[in-house]
């Protein structure tokens, strides 16, 4: 995968934290439900964390990046695959 800007780098870096991080994992996992995520609410977590980007950044890297997180792993596990549901944020 190619970053491509600092937004996307930001996702990965994000990524990588929530991954370590079991609080994170709380909160974005109160946001994936039924195989599918709310990216707003995702990058409010992440901002909150201190890493800006976008709904348009994280979708991008969660396209192109084939290969998930520990995290990411139990939540696919726990349910169906995982879409991106857009709130208009």
Known sequence: ??????????????????????????????????????????VE???????EFSTEDLVSVMEEDDELSDFELELVAAAAPLECVETGA
């Open 1 to 42: 995968m190619t970053v491509n800007d600092a937004g996307q780098s930001n996702v990965l870096k994000f990524r990588t934290l929530v991954d370590t991080d079991p609080a994170l994992q709380a909160d974005v996992a109160q946001h994936v439900a039924n195989g599918s995520w709310n990216s707003a609410a995702i």
């Open 45 to 51: 977590i992440g901002r909150k964390a201190g890493f």
